[in-house]
């Protein structure tokens, strides 16, 4: 029978969830396509607050790669805008040109942000914070500017400005009443919240209305109603969202506030369906992700014809601040009103509130400050409409003596553990006995709990470890290559070497993985470790890359490519720069722009072009997508600059033309400077080398993106020679010792300088194995650009078919 035609307008959290619960329910009843103004595949929007405050990566809140669309045979287009629904036709329209039918639809458009309509709001540098491109921009202005102003003290103003903070501007949060989080703190929880990130840095402007943004082309001030005026190099606005319905109403679907739909998410149009904060679902639509899984499952089932019981019923909502050192949770009514009563504990000296409010005997709402872990407790006992009249004593307003085990044993089964996926400690309690599981990574991948903004993580641990006993601490000390196996990644390397293994298909069947395919996630690690241990005889698989890495070039957010070729050293010549000029001219290459590694990248080349624009260029790949090394930057050095002691350029030279092309667990980047005034910026690479008189020092473990860390001195050295050998002897080593994925700066906090230094400094033998090793993996490294162009079926197979790759359609 014909597979249903499922399309689903905006590839956002929501939408998303809504396709893995139909895929749960029947995974073979559609033929499903996703459209996606975003040039992302899925990600955790809830988690760029952790991204901006330095507590995790854009790579790392992907909540779906492209390959797991690929395996589920979904086709998605990103950097696509439906434009237009044809509810008589039954198709939709793009603002590329496409008409794609459907038997069902489903609008998952999400809000867009509210801006303030200020004089001076269409300034450069005032923004919003909603998505990558936001956060991107955030952490761009502080690289280069000071002071930043965050209109709204409201949640995501209040992640947003720590996030500003830790990214070193001076920030001052506006705010138009006399209290933050009023729509989730009373006044004392508001005032005690204010005093914590007063201590952090912050600085408030309370009760200040915003009168314009001032400034030539770039913001340089704001200035008040009340005449005050503030200097700011940047301004977000984070003063709430709106439904994004314009695509809904225009093609004729009743809307209100959001898309209107009933129990079963269901609009007023046949077969379309509307789920997330574009919904109003009786008269109310959400802000936060925890209704918006509940609606997903209630379409879910309707959609597969399974039974849907009384559908979505509406939600209940709770909040938590994402910012580290202040624990605030609110949920349900926390303002006093004539008919309800509350119960207070204030603790001023331990920096704890905690309040209750009461209706006829039953919790209706609480707000907790500087000790949040009852509040799923709390969320489940407003949740279930708790009778608190027979309770001998509230527990729960006690301070917190950090005993997690009896916590969760007084727990009962319907308490939510996880907030925002409505996740309970019975779930978890029965995942965990009847699917065997073993680890928090394995709770989240089967039930979702943690999988949001992560921080019921602990309290998922605790209740794993209650379930498991003893045999828990044996099993989590281990972190897995990921669901498919229960092996470590040193495990999984130990057993390749150990059983000569040589190919995935052959780890996976060997070693007992649980799926026979793998995932996206250990396929590309153990094709990696093969390559590693096997340097010579392995042949790499291209189909286990990320696909940036299969294509040899990064996708960007319109879905053309960008191009960089080698540049050793940063160092170009004439003829160089006239062929990129005119190979630009001859594809119309829309922006050509220096890198930060002194490199020449050409942006929106179409993706049909790739190929022969690598031709033409005839240069050798620049490896700007791969994790290999990238560039090493080098300052001028001795030959010109007057300060310069040591010839860096050259020596910049010699180790890109080294270690290029090389396979690493992740990118890597070098710099040489030649004087300690470091103008190539070595302190902050994988590797950086700073010259002085006779002498190089070289510096391990830096690194410049949203995990700052400056580099350590790893040992001095009087030669090139011995830069060389050592050099090697340190990638070697963290090729073999460092997981896949891992940055030398979180390798080296793991196992430690010390450590590194007892292996390649002063254990002589095995510095040389290191090294040996190092020039056998050196061998047999082939330019892939030179190869794909060489190669018309390979060619034909990335550039030419378009099933190949989901992310650049
Ligand atoms: C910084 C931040 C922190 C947050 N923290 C929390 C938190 O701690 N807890 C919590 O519960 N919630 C939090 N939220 C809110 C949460 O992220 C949202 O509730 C959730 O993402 C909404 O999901 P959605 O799918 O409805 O919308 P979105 O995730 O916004 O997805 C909608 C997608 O549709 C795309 N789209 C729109 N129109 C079209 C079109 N015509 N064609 C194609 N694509 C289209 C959009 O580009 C977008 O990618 C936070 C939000 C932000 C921004
Ligand atoms: S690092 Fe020193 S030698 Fe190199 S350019 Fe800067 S000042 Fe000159």
Redesign the pocket.
């Known amino acids: 029978m014909a597979k249903r035609k499922l399309v689903l307008?905006?590839?956002?959290?929501?939408?998303?969830r809504t396709i893995e619960e139909i895929l749960k329910e029947d995974k073979d009843r559609f033929e499903i396509t996703i459209?996606?103004?975003?040039p992302h595949p899925n990600y955790n929007?809830?988690l760029?607050?952790s991204v901006l405050q330095g507590d995790t990566t854009v790579d790392d809140i992907v909540l779906n790669s492209y390959e797991w669309y690929e395996e589920n045979n979904i086709t998605l287009y990103t950097g696509?805008?439906?434009?237009k629904i044809n509810s008589d036709k039954k198709t939709v329209l793009?603002d590329k040109g496409q008409e794609v039918p459907y038997d069902d639809l489903i609008i998952?458009?999400?809000?867009n942000p509210f801006m303030l309509p200020l004089p001076g709001a269409d300034k450069k540098g005032v923004i919003a914070?909603?998505?990558i491109e936001d956060c991107e921009a955030m952490i761009d202005a502080s690289e280069n500017y000071e002071r930043a102003v965050v209109i709204g003290g409201g949640?995501?103003g209040l992640?947003?400005a720590r996030g500003l903070l830790n990214l070193g501007m001076e920030v001052d949060v506006v705010h138009i009443l006399d209290h933050l989080m009023e729509r989730q703190l009373d006044q004392t929880g508001s005032k005690m919240l204010k005093e914590e990130l007063e201590a952090q840095g912050m600085n408030f402007l309370m009760e200040h209305g915003t009168e314009a943004i001032l400034g030539k082309d770039r913001v340089n001030k704001v200035s008040f109603k009340n005449g005050k005026v503030v200097k700011a190099d940047l301004v977000v606005m984070a003063v709430g969202i709106k439904p994004?319905i314009s695509?809904a109403k225009e093609s004729g679907i009743t809307t209100n506030r959001g898309i209107v739909v009933d129990d079963y998410m269901q609009t007023d149009v046949p077969d379309i369906y509307a789920?997330?904060?574009?919904a109003e679902h009786r008269e109310l639509v959400?802000?936060?992700?925890?209704p918006?899984w509940d609606q997903g499952k209630a379409l879910a089932k309707k959609i597969c014809e399974k039974d849907a019981g009384a559908g979505y019923q509406g939600s209940i909502l709770s909040?938590?601040l994402?910012v580290s050192g202040v624990d605030v949770f609110s949920a349900g009514e926390f303002v006093d009103s004539p008919d309800t009563k509350a119960i207070r504990v204030q603790d001023e000296f331990e920096r704890i509130y905690k309040k209750i409010v009461v209706r006829d005997n039953r919790i209706v709402g609480a707000v907790l400050f500087g000790d949040t872990s009852e509040g799923s407790k709390l969320l489940n006992m407003i949740n279930t409409k708790t009778e608190i009249t027979d309770m001998s004593q509230f527990s729960f307003l006690q301070a917190n003596d950090g005993d997690q085990d009896s916590l969760v044993a007084d727990m009962a089964d319907g308490e939510q553990v996880c907030g925002?996926n409505g996740v309970s400690k019975g779930d978890i309690v029965t995942a965990i006995n009847e699917q065997n599981l073993t680890t928090v990574t394995e709770v989240k991948n089967c039930t979702n709990a943690a999988r949001?903004?992560g921080t019921c993580k602990n309290l998922v641990q605790a209740v794993l470890e209650h379930t498991l006993g003893d045999e828990f601490e044996q099993v989590d000390e281990k972190e897995t290559v990921c669901e498919c196996t229960d092996l470590s990644h040193e495990e999984v390397v130990a057993e390749i070497r150990e059983k000569g293994l040589s190919h995935t298909k052959e780890v996976m069947n060997v070693l007992g993985w649980k799926s026979e395919e793998g995932c996206s996630k250990c396929r590309p690690a153990v094709n990696y470790y093969l390559g590693m241990v096997n340097p010579t005889d392995y042949e790499d698989e291209k189909e286990s890359r990320f696909v940036n890495e299969r294509m040899h070039a990064n996708i960007q957010k319109d879905g053309t490519y960008s191009v960089v070729p080698r540049m050793y050293g940063g160092v170009t010549n004439p003829k160089d720069l006239r062929t990129i000029a005119d190979v630009a001219d001859k594809y119309d290459v829309p922006l050509i722009k220096l890198t930060g590694g002194q490199r020449i990248d050409m942006l929106g080349i179409k993706k049909e072009d790739v190929p022969n624009v690598w031709k033409d260029l005839d240069m050798p790949s620049g490896y700007a997508y791969a994790k290999s090394l990238r560039t090493v930057k080098t300052c001028v050095g001795k030959d010109f600059c007057r300060f310069g002691t040591q010839d860096a350029i050259g020596l910049g030279i010699a180790l890109e033309k080294k270690f290029e092309m090389l396979n690493t667990p992740h990118k890597v980047k070098m710099a040489v400077s030649a004087c300690p005034r470091n103008c190539a910026e070595s302190g902050i690479k994988d590797v950086g080398i700073v010259g002085g008189e006779g002498s190089w020092e070289l510096f391990v473990g830096g690194n410049g993106g949203t995990h700052l860390r400056a580099g350590e001195l790893l040992c001095k050295v009087s030669t090139d020679e011995e830069v060389m050998e050592t050099i090697a002897a340190y990638l070697q080593y963290y090729r073999e010792d460092a997981k896949y994925l891992e940055r030398t700066s979180h390798w080296l906090d793991r196992v430690g300088l010390a450590h590194v230094q007892s292996v390649i400094l002063e254990d002589t033998a095995k510095r040389k194995e290191l090294v040996d090793r190092m020039e056998v993996a050196l061998t047999n490294l082939k330019d892939p650009w030179a190869e794909i162009i060489n190669d018309s079926k390979k060619k034909n197979e990335l550039f030419e078919n378009k099933k190949l790759t989901v992310s650049q359609q």
């Open positions: 307008v905006g590839n956002g959290m929501a939408g998303v459209f996606g103004s975003e929007r809830i760029l607050s696509e805008t439906v434009e793009t998952a458009t999400g809000s914070f909603r998505d949640l995501l992640e947003a994004n695509l789920v997330g904060e574009c959400y802000g936060l992700v925890a918006l909040t938590k994402k925002c949001s903004c």
